[in-house]
């Protein structure tokens, strides 16, 4: 079969002739229809992700948006059959037995695998995928359309599920634009009372015919004004990566209600305590796969496995989202707690796991620390960064040596499940 086959990171994808996928018992083989196009896929061509980096299969067939047809079923395969349309997402596959599986937040399965990440996906004419997993596909709905729903449609599903928003109730949608129009759609089938904002008219007319009961344009209308009026909003969707779509939406939402942080600004976000505290905001992060600690799971995985041949082992991991949040703000502080919440929680898991094959699962937690991806945000927020670490100075390579060096000594025989705190006293507030 043809397929647009990654070598290499930075390199071009290469169309080849490749063999077709054989499926096993519990997979089905689909002919790719259509397989939409990532901005993620960029991400992992180029290999600048550096925590899924090191996951990636090469050489590897990108995709992760696929739809198309089943034309081979493995022999234990139940609830789909050939001739099905289904589609494959990037969620590829979980164990179903994990704490994060039992607790319905799949998306950070320990063991999970990625389509187009840890296993070959959509570029190509066919795909093979565990039976499981894939999703089908109505009648009604052209594959081209589906394929998006895969990824961003997901994305903005599982944001407004979390919110608990129910019919009736008001939901502000900020930004129109891939992950936004679908939100819209959504939370007008969800039966909503939306409301579009965003800057651009034919964005606006375009919500507007998908369903939005009103439609606000930033740029000159009243927007805060208006939708306080009404009492505020429900919930507030930012699918916007615009820090001004931030602002806006944190003082359109109701007491009690709850604002859905979506979109990724480059820049600091920070809401008043004091506002947040009185009227009960609740403010929810939603991502549908945390990438640096998604990859950090299964690259412990991989190298777990091979250590049980031997009956030994130390893993020391040093995941940068341990130490996402720069403590500029209060904000941020939520965010770093949770992340590094979430490198605690596997940590023990797998510790428990391989503790009867002696293999010990540490980690280091750095905070700020100067790598070439926080280099821009360590030259332009230095100061206001170094204010708020109550050491006043960032992670260095003493710090981590010193801790890796303790982690991988003989000092730390009886040390498993634990994370060490290396990250300027952050944590101290």
């Known amino acids: 079969m043809k397929a647009a086959v990654l070598r290499d990171f930075m390199t071009p994808l290469a169309v080849q002739d490749v063999s077709i996928p054989k499926p096993t018992e519990s997979e089905v083989l689909i002919k790719v229809e259509v397989c939409g196009v990532c901005h993620s896929d960029l991400h992992v061509a180029d290999g600048d992700w550096s925590q899924l980096a090191g996951i990636v299969k090469k050489p590897l067939i990108l995709g992760h948006e696929v739809v198309g047809t089943i034309v081979e079923v493995g022999s234990a395969v139940q609830g789909v059959k050939i001739g099905d349309r289904v589609g494959v997402p990037w969620i590829h596959w979980t164990c179903g037995k994990c704490e994060f599986c039992r607790e319905g ?28 997993h894939v999703a089908s596909i109505p009648d009604n709905l052209a594959s081209e359309q589906a394929a998006p729903l895969l990824c961003a449609g997901v994305t903005v599903h599982r944001a407004l599920k979390q919110s608990r928003i129910t019919t009736g109730q008001r939901l502000a949608v900020f930004g129109v634009g891939g992950l936004g129009h679908l939100a819209v759609q959504i939370g007008c089938e969800l039966g909503a009372d939306v409301t579009a904002i965003d800057i651009s008219e034919e964005k606006l007319a375009l919500a507007k015919s998908l369903g939005a009961s009103r439609t606000l344009n930033a740029a000159s209308d009243k927007v805060v004004q208006q939708l306080r009026s009404q009492g505020g909003v429900h919930v507030a969707l930012v699918t916007s990566a615009a820090k001004a779509a931030y602002d806006m939406a944190f003082y359109c939402v109701r007491p009690t209600g709850v604002l859905l942080a979506v979109g990724l600004p480059a820049q600091d976000i920070c809401f008043p ?11 929810q992060w939603n991502k549908v796969m945390d990438t640096n600690l998604t990859g950090t799971f299964l690259f412990s995985q991989a190298v777990g496995k091979a250590m049980i ?36 929680a596997f940590t023990k898991d797998l510790a428990c796991k391989w503790a009867a094959h002696n293999i010990q699962v540490n980690a280091i937690a750095p905070g700020w620390f100067p790598t070439h991806m926080s280099s821009w945000i360590l030259e332009h927020r ?23 060096i303790f982690l991988a000594s003989d000092a730390s025989a009886y040390v498993t499940g634990h994370v060490l705190v290396v990250d300027g006293g952050q944590t101290a507030w």
């Open 105 to 132: 937040n799949e998306n950070l399965c320990i063991r999970q695998q990625i389509t187009g990440v840890t296993v070959d996906g959509g570029y190509a004419e066919f795909v093979k995928a565990p039976a499981t």
């Open 273 to 283: 305590p004091i506002l947040m505290a009185a009227g009960e905001i609740r403010i």
């Open 309 to 344: 041949r031997q009956e030994h082992g130390k893993i020391i991991n040093m995941s940068s989202v341990a130490g996402l949040g720069g403590a500029s703000s209060d904000l941020q502080a939520i965010g770093y707690h949770a992340s590094k919440g979430g490198v605690i």
């Open 382 to 404: 230095k100061e206001s960064l170094l204010a708020k670490i109550p050491l006043h100075r960032f992670g260095g390579d003493h710090d981590l040596k010193g801790a890796a």
